[in-house]
């Protein structure tokens, strides 16, 4: 039986102001668009990278949404954040964030402090995909290695690791687990041992994929050519093993989106291909691969933008037994993600595109509309609108808690 070379981390302890400053006078810099967001293991508390292209600058900024305040700003010269998911991370201490910048860098902050930098592959023009092993990062380059006060490294010992896609951090098995090709793999960079690599050959080598932030499970999205439905295709990521091949209520997938334990969320419809207009709209709930509950959305539809990586118009509760959605019409809706009753649905409109951000930004929008912003469901208590230019925080009845807008 194969044993884990790192044991899970503890849950942070201690007051907050240990984890993170409480900056009195903390303001969301001018122009700094938001790329990434990332969720803090402990506290209430979202993080954002954002970067104001004009200025060449960028920024970590602390959200604390049980009390709707912008905790903490830390700037820096260059990029910050990028269009890839989970490019932002915590370190299971609660008091380390590792971020993209410049393009294909990744830095350290701790405790709201700029540390290092480290560049895997300088010659990339996107992201470079790691994960938090114990104390050190490993990239999907195959290097194995920390950032340490004043670093700005640019040569690493890469280890013979399968040359990864897209990679996750599988806590249950102590395993790196990601995509190589179209199939899927497993290395323990502790070690310096391949657990496991499937091909995937017999099910094909069309479709997008997806790894569940936990990296226990893994989903390929194939589309089919009508009248054929689009299937799923679920893989353990404990053991690399096919676990199905299943398909949605209805026969075109819209989105997907990953809860916790490898809950995974579906939106899909029927498209009418005379008219290109879309009905028969439905929400499945799986659960370890299996649909566990389809949800009939009627005539309403689900709005979301997909401007920042890691949110979208579907948002689990962080204990997995909730769901909203950002309907059409600006609503959010509160379903019980074990029975699929409606528990609320409230009005929650973005606030307009200001005046003065770049062109690329403000013209591709409608600005009486305003930018439609994803969802991000960040406490029990605390559900977040979010978009490049804005932050909003809602309780689950319905009241607006803060809203910050950036300036342009």
């Not at 984890?19 to 938001?34: F, M, S, T, V």
């Not at 114990?134 to 040359?163: K, M, S, W």
């Not at 909203?324 to 409606?342: F, Y």
Request: with cysteine; net charge negative; proline share 7%.
């Amino acid at each position: 039986m194969y044993r884990q070379s790192v044991q899970p981390e503890p849950r942070p302890t201690g007051k907050p102001s240990d984890l993170w400053p409480d900056q009195a006078e903390a303001k969301w810099p001018r122009g700094c668009l938001i790329e990434n967001v990332a969720i803090h293991p402990s506290q209430p508390w979202l993080a954002a990278a954002c970067t104001a292209t004009e200025e060449d600058t960028g920024a970590i900024l602390v959200f604390d949404t049980q009390s709707g305040r912008l905790r903490a700003v830390t700037p820096t010269e260059g990029f910050v954040g990028w269009s890839d998911p989970r490019l932002l991370r915590w370190h299971p201490d609660g008091r380390r964030l590792a971020t993209n910048v410049d393009t294909n860098g990744i830095a350290l902050l701790d405790r709201g402090a700029w540390v290092g930098r480290a560049f895997p592959d300088d010659t990339r023009d996107s992201g470079v995909g790691y994960v938090w092993v114990g104390e050190r990062l490993f990239a999907d380059t195959g290097a194995f290695f920390e950032i340490t006060p004043g670093d700005d490294q640019f040569e690493f010992d890469e280890l013979a690791a399968p040359r990864f896609q897209a990679i996750e951090w599988n806590a249950s098995a102590g395993v790196v687990v990601g995509t190589v090709g179209t199939g899927v793999a497993a290395y323990d960079p502790v070690a310096e041992r391949e657990v496991y690599r499937e091909t995937l050959d017999a099910y094909g080598h069309s479709g997008t994929l997806s790894w569940s932030p936990d990296g226990r499970w893994f989903v390929r999205r194939k589309f089919a050519t009508p009248p054929a439905a689009d299937e799923l295709l679920f893989i353990c990521g404990d053991t690399g093993k096919v676990h199905g091949v299943r398909q949605p209520s209805s026969p075109r997938i819209d989105e997907l989106a990953w809860g916790p334990r490898g809950a995974l969320a579906v939106s899909s419809y029927v498209h009418n291909l005379a008219t290109g207009g879309r009905s028969g709209r439905k929400v499945d709930i799986f659960r370890a691969g299996e649909l566990a509950l389809s949800i009939d959305l009627a005539s309403r539809s689900i709005q979301g933008s997909h401007s920042i990586a890691e949110a979208s118009g579907i948002a689990w509760s962080p204990r997995g037994d909730g769901l909203a959605l950002l309907l059409d019409q600006q609503e959010i809706r509160i379903i019980d993600a074990h029975s699929g009753v409606s528990l609320s649905t409230f009005a929650a409109p973005a606030p307009p595109i200001p005046d003065g951000l770049p062109d690329y930004y403000g013209k591709r929008h409608r600005p009486g509309f305003g930018f439609p912003g994803d969802l991000v469901w960040v406490d029990d208590q605390r559900l977040v609108r979010i978009a490049p230019h804005f932050v909003t925080v809602w309780s689950m009845d319905g009241e607006k808690i803060a809203e910050f807008v950036v300036e342009g």
